[in-house]
């Protein structure tokens, strides 16, 4: 395996993970910027990485190739690395939205690859990996829409929502990578909680759209994020009316069908903190109805960097191999 964007947090943590997979290689190290600096120098989290792993502008002879980059950056790269046979995750927003026009509304450039998008697979893991087996293509979800999606999923398969959906999001810095800005500064975020993107943030359209596939009609979707001071770590807490007649029974046996073998999605009995997910590649769901409204609120946390990102991406890679789900992605959360 390579992994393109090594550098970034995202990166680090594919590394992190694939440094110990039993299954995986980690032969290329690719970034813009340290190259020729072993990788164990400059993410100092990789202290196991062998010194000869340096960071390079080539991904050899990987068989997979995993990219963290930039909106439009991968999408450059991939035709090239597909004709070559070689398998790619992208963990960026390149592959995400099927339609080209999307991304000129969303993010504001022109495709470079719009005859990809048909062939890759949304890789929401847990609704998706009958279609992940032999993919060559795959675009990992969004770390927001992976918890908003993973909360409504149940409720949109069978049935149980209007699509009238409002999704209230709060996410660790480490969301925002490495950005250098006045607004990720220490003196800004400490004890200070902030919307942001509001209402034009690009994973509003992926959410939507995951809502579709899952079986909502038509949805009409409300996404806030917000900016929480803290590392890692993301909870979505969703609103859905329910439709005429559903009752709490109903959305507690769907919550329980839906997820009662998922390897790495567990169904909470009460609100669950996010810091029960740190370092893993879990997500927590609790859904409740509220009876005076009938209406649903289901939260989903996860660590947006593991099951946010990179470790969703080695379980999509698993699942297109033909390997355990679970290879690589076995520890447990921190805690405290």
């Given at each position: 395996?390579?992994?393109?964007g ?62 963290a ?166 909870i979505?807490?969703?609103?859905a ?50 009876e ?6 289901a ?6 960097l ?31």
């Open positions: 395996v390579a992994i393109v090594v550098t970034g947090y995202a990166g680090g943590e594919l590394a992190r993970i694939l440094l110990r997979h039993p299954e995986a290689r980690l032969v290329a190290a690719v970034a813009r910027g340290k190259q020729g600096v072993p990788l164990r120098d400059v993410q100092p989290h990789l202290h196991a990485a062998p010194e000869s792993l340096v960071v390079g502008s080539d991904v050899g002879d990987a068989e997979v190739v995993f990219t980059l930039p909106a439009g950056e991968a999408a450059k790269l991939a035709p090239a690395w597909l004709a070559e046979g070689r398998t790619i995750v992208d963990i960026g927003s390149d592959f995400r939205l099927r339609e080209p026009s999307a991304y000129e509304r969303w993010y504001g450039y022109t495709h470079p690859a719009p005859q990809l998008l048909a062939q890759a697979v949304y890789g929401l893991t847990e609704f998706v990996r009958d279609r992940l087996r032999g993919a060559r293509l795959v675009a990992n979800p969004g770390c927001y829409p992976t918890a908003s999606l993973l909360a409504l999923g149940p409720a949109a398969r069978h049935g149980l929502i209007e699509s009238d959906v409002i999704v209230d999001a709060k996410s660790g810095v480490s969301g925002a990578g490495h950005s250098v800005d006045e607004a990720y500064l220490y003196g800004t975020i400490d004890e200070s909680v902030r919307a942001y993107g509001v209402p034009t943030h690009r994973h509003t359209p992926e959410i939507a759209q995951g809502l579709a596939d899952l079986g909502t009609r038509s949805p009409r979707l409300t996404f806030a994020p917000h900016l929480v001071p803290m590392t890692r770590g993301l979505a807490t969703c609103y009316t329910l439709r005429p007649n559903v009752t709490a029974g109903e959305v507690a046996e769907a919550y329980a069908h839906e997820y009662a073998e998922e390897p790495f999605v567990r169904v909470t009995a009460s609100f669950p903190p996010t810091k029960a997910t740190l370092g893993s590649n879990w997500c927590l769901v609790h859904a409740t109805v509220d005076a409204n009938h209406r649903l609120v939260v989903g946390v996860l660590d947006n593991v099951k946010g990102a990179a470790g969703s991406a080695i379980q999509n890679m698993n699942a297109a191999l033909g390997l355990p789900e679970t290879l690589g992605l076995e520890a447990l959360p921190l805690w405290p």
